[in-house]
């Protein structure tokens, strides 16, 4: 599957992004999808994930500001980001790995979020 990400910008601190991954090439339905961040210098971390079936979770460090969606009908994930920080400034990524297995996993090419303060 090939994983097309959007969305990213610049955005001043209490502001809102909305990012968006598109999928194509599978069948969208069956992967579990997350975003993942890396900021300059850090390791690439685990901001949000939700299943098949709509189970979602959240890293602690955006809970109550971030919710991530899925529209399997169009193939897309999204990730609506509120009240951004300036440490919310990063390359946030998409993931797609299919729910029969753990052994193989998709990326996409990356949006830059940044937050001004």
């Known amino acids: 599957v090939q994983l097309q990400a959007s969305g990213g910008g610049l955005v001043q601190a209490g502001g809102s992004l909305r990012l968006s991954c598109v999928a194509s090439?599978?069948?969208?339905?069956?992967?579990?999808m997350a975003w993942y961040r890396q900021a300059h210098g850090k390791q690439r971390e685990l901001v949000a994930r939700?299943?098949?079936?709509?189970?979602?979770n959240y890293a602690d460090s955006v809970k109550g500001r971030f919710t991530i969606s899925r529209d399997n009908a169009k193939d897309t994930m999204y990730l609506q980001m509120n009240s951004l920080k300036p440490e919310d400034t990063a390359v946030y990524y998409c993931n797609a790995v299919p729910s029969y297995t753990s052994l193989l996993d998709y990326w996409g090419q990356g949006t830059l979020v940044t937050v001004s303060s």
């Open positions: 939700i299943t098949t079936g709509g189970t979602t």
């Open positions: 090439g599978g069948i969208f339905g069956i992967y579990t």
